[in-house]
């Protein structure tokens, strides 16, 4: 999996994409990091001017709504919400461009302190708690996997081990969940297994996409491997729209990464995304 994150170098650098970025402010380390994106990017900063970057103006009220008109212009290749507001950037997107508010959702790619690279399903809390959400998301995962020409490898994570079950029934509903989404991918062709809390396990057993069998602990994994990973490799992307946008929590303070999975990312895909 390691030559996964070559692959993503290797894709920015040819597409060299026009990217923009949402930045109210700017450190000397988000600064250094756009510099040295830029060799794979050609990037626009909305909101902040600064020096060596193109530049359209935004503010805290309205730095969402221009992020929205600018991807939906297609004058872009990609964007990067940076220093917007997630639901509302969201929330308008939304509006803006036709989708249900659940198809917007939010994935991963991490390398971990082994190097091995493997994609996750939504970070946030509140998504993907239902049946129908969570085939969505891993639905969308698997486009983005095979157009890497990747063999998806599945495992689903739950809130307790085989010896807990029926103990508590809040906790008993990620077992049960996972349990039928195995069933269901394993119908389809996929190499899928339920691990329940051993990701560890999973991730020796090779598998590359990593899914929580319930939305609730998704946001505090990310935020985990963000920061206690030495140097850690991760882009979040949005997975279930046509446009090409990367996500990222608003106090990061180097985007190197997701400027990469911008222009990695923006060759427009083949399959198709319905409104609704």
Not at 4 to 14: N, P, W, Y
Not at 198 to 211: M, P, R, V
Not at 227 to 256: M, S
Request: net charge positive; with cysteine.
């Amino acid at each position: 999996m390691y030559s996964l994150k070559q692959e993503i170098f290797k894709l920015a650098k040819k597409n060299n994409a026009k990217i923009a970025i949402g930045l109210l402010e700017a450190s000397n380390s988000i600064k250094d990091s756009l510099k040295r994106a830029s060799s794979f990017a050609d990037i626009t900063i909305i909101g902040k001017k600064i020096k060596g970057f193109k530049y359209i103006p935004a503010n805290k009220d309205n730095i969402e709504e221009k992020e929205v008109k600018l991807i939906l212009s297609k004058k872009i290749d990609g964007l990067i919400r940076g220093q917007a507001d997630t639901y509302k950037f969201e929330d308008l997107l939304s509006k803006k461009a036709g989708y249900s508010r659940e198809q917007v959702l939010v994935s991963g790619l991490f390398e971990d302190q082994f190097k091995r690279m493997f994609f996750t399903t939504s970070g946030s809390h509140s998504d993907g708690w239902t049946i129908k959400s969570k085939i969505l998301m891993v639905d969308e995962l698997i486009k983005k996997m095979n157009g890497l020409k990747i063999k998806p490898k599945i495992a689903f994570l739950t809130w307790v081990r085989p010896g807990s079950v029926g103990r508590n029934f809040f906790l008993d509903q990620s077992w049960e969940q996972a349990e039928y989404l195995v069933k269901y991918y394993n119908k389809k062709g996929y190499k899928v297994k339920n691990y329940n809390i051993e990701i560890e396990t999973a991730l020796n057993d090779g598998a590359n996409l990593i899914c929580f069998a319930t939305g609730a602990s998704g946001n505090m994994f990310s935020r985990t491997l963000a920061f206690l990973v030495k140097n850690p490799f991760y882009i979040y992307f949005h997975t279930g729209i046509r446009e090409n946008i990367i996500e990222n929590n608003r106090t990061v303070q180097d985007y190197f990464n997701m400027v990469l999975g911008a222009s990695a990312f923006a060759k427009p895909s083949k399959q198709k995304y319905e409104k609704k």
